[in-house]
Antibody
Framework: QVHLVQSGPEVKKPGASVKLSCETS????????IAWVRQAPGQGLEWMGW????????NSPQRFQDRVTMTTDTSTTTAYMELRSLTSDDTAVYFC?????????????????WGQGTLLTVSS | DIQMTQSPSTLSASVGDRVTITCRAS??????LAWYQQKPGKAPKLLIY???NLASGVPSRFSGSGSGTEFTLTIGNLQPDDFGNYYC????????FGQGTKVEIK
């Protein structure tokens, strides 16, 4: 059975950084990409980026490219996303999710299994 | 970026009704479109991928159609468990999501 288990809630001050984790199990890690999606309180879904678990290629929206770093550890089948220079606008629930197949630097598929989400609160 | 315009923003329907949600893309995404259901406090759940393919374990009362710029999600025979928010998601390039549709059961 596929599981994605995310790290616990975080409270950070403006300007700080945070590194979120997403521990996976129940499938062959390198065969499926991982994406990160966030949801601000009462708002819709926003794509943060994806990573190829096969070769580490990433893709993210231009507005996040200088603040987001996505990595994986294939030995522990865990994905990570670091977000820097936090502001109150980054307060949201952050989801990791498994793609339906491989991701490349140019494309990635729909998301068939999701983590439970991590609440990040940025406040002074 | 490709904009996804979803409508309606809210709909209220009765058990047994057939409901349709529409998503329009600002440019062609061929059939690279997914639909998700999200319940309050929970992660989204994949319903449909590649515009019309039913995800594993999803009841057959859910169906998707469309290509290019116009897509629909149809829930036939609406059930009480179908309340929640529904999002379309284009994954042709640099992903974007629709604003969401809140489905309420009368």
């Amino acid at each position: 059975q596929v599981h994605l288990v995310q790290s616990g809630p975080e409270v950070k001050k403006p300007g700080a950084s945070v590194k979120l984790s997403c521990e996976t199990s129940g499938y062959k890690f390198i065969n499926y990409g991982i994406a990160w999606v966030r949801q601000a309180p009462g708002q819709g879904l926003e794509w943060m980026g994806w990573i190829s678990t096969y070769n580490g290629d990433t893709n993210s929206p231009q507005r996040f490219q200088d603040r987001v770093t996505m990595t994986t550890d294939t030995s522990t089948t865990t994905a990570y996303m670091e977000l820097r220079s936090l502001t109150s606008d980054d307060t949201a629930v952050y989801f990791c999710a498994r793609a339906l197949g491989y991701c490349t630097s140019a494309s990635c598929s729909a998301l068939d299994n999701w983590g439970q989400g991590t609440l990040l609160t940025v406040s002074s | 970026d490709i904009q996804m315009t979803q409508s309606p923003s809210t709909l209220s329907a009765s058990v047994g009704d057939r409901v349709t949600i529409t998503c329009r893309a600002s440019q062609s995404i061929t059939n690279w479109l997914a639909w998700y259901q999200q319940k309050p406090g929970k992660a989204p759940k994949l319903l449909i991928y590649k515009a019309s393919n039913l995800a594993s374990g999803v009841p057959s009362r859910f169906s998707g159609s469309g290509s290019g710029t116009e897509f629909t999600l149809t829930i036939g025979n609406l059930q009480p468990d179908d309340f929640g928010n529904y999002y379309c998601h284009q994954y042709k390039t640099h992903w974007t999501f629709g604003q969401g549709t809140k489905v309420e059961i009368k």
